[in-house]
């Protein structure tokens, strides 16, 4: 941590290269410049923070957590920070001496020396005052008693020898500061030229040490990791390439060699491993043809295993053991054996106990999990646009935890009961957060790709899924419904997804981080060379754009300076970029109908409800035509005049009229959309839906969906997973345009956690809410 700035009045002036500072009034004085420039709050906080250390490098998470302690900032209001202290330090003759440097992706530093100002000069340097200066300054302003010949009176000698107590305590705080002067002076002496010694005084001998590290290295796909409760064994889901489905496999969390489990019978899966407290059992559920599914356990060291429940066989079956071992905490189940929210199983009777608590109709509660010291139950509400939430172990009232509709990818307790460690989908990552409970604060860990996240229970021992896939754009020719071979698209070294094409055929727009930082970015597809970024917002990685009907105009979900959603109303040909006042507190996505003028908007409000509603923006404030409750993910059929919708409480898809008419819903497909695959559809045209999944034998399978018409199933691509955010066709079917995976693969990772920090903590640059207590 940054170490504070002392506030005295004697560091109130400060010479910063040539510029004088004025700390008190905010004033930088520039020579040169005709009048003083004033910072803002926020810009001098910077500022002191980058001072206290010239030459050396400020990350951004030092300066969020010590200028934005109680917010959670984006990026951007940093970077304005740091651009208004270059425009103050800069001349007016527009000959500028570089104050301030950026360090790509980790923070800034100050390149100019640093000193106090006393008084109106400049405090001298440690060798510019002589000793003999220095001791009579300084007795020159401790002892002012006149001389006196008469003998000394007990009085006097007790002045003349608190006097002599004075002066040496002076002089020791001269040489003590004269010593930190000169200190300071040789730290901001450059680096001779190839010595090749870094700022520590250590020399490079490799690449940094990662904090974790990899105990699978196998091509293929590890997941869902689970650890024994002393952290020293690891179970997890693996896939084979001998066979189709998947195996649990259990190794210790060094790099020992993997053992089965259990023998997993051809044509099926184990999946979902969790291990029991007490080191003896691990629980799996069961997948095999025809969507039969079922929960079994199995003896940690192998063997028989016996049967404890049947489920169904969707992609959102959660469970977690009680904290006696004798029972199983489920989630919502969907399908054949549904349940609208948390339940209890006991394992000897095969009793089912419903928590007594409050849950909505359209909500679903997923992956419960007690805490360590059994008091309380965390879960996922509505795991599509997710949050945590917390209630005490035999039921009551639930809290929220966070507030920020996010794709939470796994999560766990850590062994006090107090933080948690979750995975979260970050621009075009996942990452792994820890939550302080009690504060609702947050930290980022440090781990780039990763999810899923386990903790022992009785250690600090964290397993993840480390995943760094690369997608790249394709277009996928239709030839009579059937896909071709898929042809790539602007190839790059980043990530692109969320590919939308224009009504008219030519413009693509589509999310990539290819030049370092996430952003949207659009091209006419008849000239290549037209790719570029488009400037003034950042997208979310939850929604894809839409295009208006004459392709002119496109609908983004973002977030602003204060990191509060936000809908874009983007002009890619004339780069405009304009903030709409949605009539909504929390708009998550935004379409058009049938025309420019009407606006169809789905948002969650304060109670965490979702809807679709349907605006007539021409007038203000908007005007509400009609809504829908419980929606997650919606289109326009231009060729229908109907919007198709799916919802949260429960996978299917949906229509209604362009008016959203309560009267006019019906059912499109019963099971198509899944509820964790709701954005991985898009209108085909001729009043049919194209939607993408994974099939045991394809990576990529395409489902053709029409109401009242058995569905046509295709295999895309094979080897390449399609991204689960969105995708687009041409308005005349003859082509889709799909993000497909062009490296890829997830091992598990393994780190001993640090001590669980203290209630303060830096936050994160990516704008995640937090809800107070």
Known sequence: ??????????????????????????????????????????????????????????????????????????????????????????????????????????????????????????????????????????????SAAPADDAPASPRSRWRRMRRHVLLGLGLAMLVALLVMAALLLQRQAPATPGSGVLEDGSRVVGSPQRPYRLITATAGFETYPTLSPDGSQVAYEADSSARQGSAIKVQTSGNAPARL??????????????????????????????????????????????????????????????????GLLFGSLSGQYAHRGIRRLDIASGRWTALDYEVATDSFDYAPRYSPDGRWIVFVRNPQIGDLWRMPAGGGVPEQLTDDSAEIRGWAWRSDSRHIVFGRRVDSEARLYELDVETRTLRDVGIDDAQSPAVARNSEMLAFVHRKAQFGLFRVPLVQGR????????????????????????????????????GLWWADLDRPESLRPVEGLRPETRQAAAWSPDSTRLLVSGRDAQAKPVIYEVSPRDEQVVALSVPVAQPLQALYAADAD????????????????????????????????????????????????????????????????????????????????????????????????????????????????????????????????????????????????????????????????APVFSTISNALFLKGK
Not at 483 to 503: I, K, M, T
């Open 1 to 142: 941590m940054i170490t504070p700035l002392s506030e005295s009045p004697s560091a109130d002036v400060i010479r910063i290269g040539a510029c004088t500072v004025t700390l008190s009034s905010r004033e930088v004085s520039v020579p040169g410049a005709r009048r003083a420039r004033r910072l803002t709050p926020k810009a001098l906080g910077v500022l002191k923070a980058l001072m206290r250390a010239p030459g050396a490098v400020v990350t951004r998470d030092e300066l969020f957590a010590e200028v934005w302690p109680d917010t959670l900032p984006t990026n951007d209001v940093l970077t304005q920070a740091v651009t208004q202290l270059r425009k103050a330090f800069s001349g007016d003759e527009g000959v500028d001496t570089p104050y301030i440097e950026t360090i790509a992706k980790t923070g800034y530093r100050l390149l100019v020396p640093v000193s106090v100002v006393v008084g109106a000069a400049v405090a001298a340097a440690p060798d510019a005052m002589p000793a003999d200066a220095a001791e009579s300054a300084v007795e020159a302003t401790l």
């Open 261 to 326: 489990l259990t023998d997993t019978p051809p044509g099926y899966s184990d999946r979902f491993p969790n291990w029991s407290p007490n080191g003896r059992d691990i629980a799996f559920a069961r997948f095999g043809p025809d969507a039969a599914c079922e929960v079994l356990i199995a003896s940690a060291t192998g063997g028989a295993v016996r049967h404890v429940t049947r489920c169904d066989g969707t992609e959102l079956l959660s469970f977690d053991w009680t904290p006696d071992g004798r």
């Open 483 to 518: 896909p071709g071979a898929p042809e790539r698209l602007f190839p790059s070294n980043g990530r692109d997804g969320q590919p939308v094409l224009a009504p008219d055929g030519r413009q693509l727009v589509f999310t990539s981080d290819r030049s370092g930082n996430y």
């Open 598 to 757: 009407h606006l169809l908007v789905v948002d969650r409000d304060p109670h965490e409800r979702m809807r679709l509603s349907l605006f007539d923006r021409r007038s203000t404030p908007w005007r509400l035509l009609g809504s829908i409750d419980g929606v997650s993910q919606a289109r326009f059929d231009p060729s229908t005049q109907r919007v198709l919708f799916t919802r949260l409480s429960a996978g299917g898809l949906w229509s209604a009229d362009a008016s959203l008419s309560a009267g006019s819903i019906q059912q499109v497909s019963a099971d198509k959309p899944s509820r964790w695959r709701y954005r991985t559809w898009a209108v085909a045209g001729n009043g049919s839906v194209d939607y993408l999944s994974t099939r045991a034998d394809c990576a990529t399978a395409l489902s053709r969906l029409r109401a009242g018409v058995p569905d046509e199933s295709y295999c895309l691509d094979a080897d390449r997973l399609s991204a689960g955010n969105g995708f687009s066709e041409r308005g005349d079917g003859t082509a889709m345009y799909v993000a497909l995976a062009v490296a890829d693969g997830a091992d598990i990772g393994v780190m001993a956690l640090p001590d669980a920090p």
